[in-house]
């Protein structure tokens, strides 16, 4: 498929200054950028089919983490926010499984569209160095979830492919901690997640494309409550030419490292 008929140019003209522009300042702004109806019609409905047809190779990982990603702290409390046990499960297929012509690859390798994301991240963006961890789908089926969490990661690329019915809500609310000062944030944390603040729901259709920046924002999917698997398309860079993902990472999300 020819780039220009996966992305929606009309809607959103990527090769405009200034369009991108106002990209970059939405994203500076808020820490979150959602493109609605980025891929066209066509494009979505072909890569719904094509996550079906590749969802028998899907590794699904069942993880126990808190929301900080680190072993737990000894010095504290079972219970303290720092230490509080999240769940994560879903399904992924890896780079090297997706079709070599897959709109999915033509979009990620596509030189327009790597120097769209270097101008809104205001980052040169390279791909991983190893053969799993570039573009991942990831599959949230019924009663799956990914835990309360902040990223390792500035940021993070995702294509909406598929929405649940019900459930699958990617809840989030931004500056909860600082992690460049060292404000864990523990108190609005522990907030979010005992319910007594209300995180914002992040509204992504279909074709839409999302940038997030997630190191410093409280953010989850909640479980998926319907049938139909909330499929999500992770477009995964560095901002470093050879960056492999470590070797663990690699063992937990997708079971194999090669
Ligand atoms: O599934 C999503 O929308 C976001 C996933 C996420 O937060 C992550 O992989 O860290
Ligand atoms: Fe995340």
Known sequence: MNPENIVNLKLHPIHDRRFTKSCKAQLDRTGVLVIENFLSSDTVLFLQGEARDVRPLAFFCHQNHNVYLLDSDPSLPKGHVRNLEQVSDKGCVTHDQIPDDSP?????EWPDFRVFLESVLNVP???YADTLSSININYYEKGLQLGWHYD????AITLMVQAAEEGGEFEYLEKVRNQETGEQ???DTEAVI???LKPKKLKMGEGALVLFRGRNSLHRVAPVASERARILVTLNFNTEPGVMLSELARMTFF???V
Do not use: C, E, H, Q
């Open 104 to 108: 999915l690859r033509t979009l990620y």
């Open 125 to 127: 963006v390279f791909p």
């Open 194 to 196: 005992k319910g007594s």
């Open 152 to 155: 390792n990661a500035s940021f």
């Open 255 to 257: 079971g194999r490292i």
């Open 185 to 187: 944030g523990y108190t």
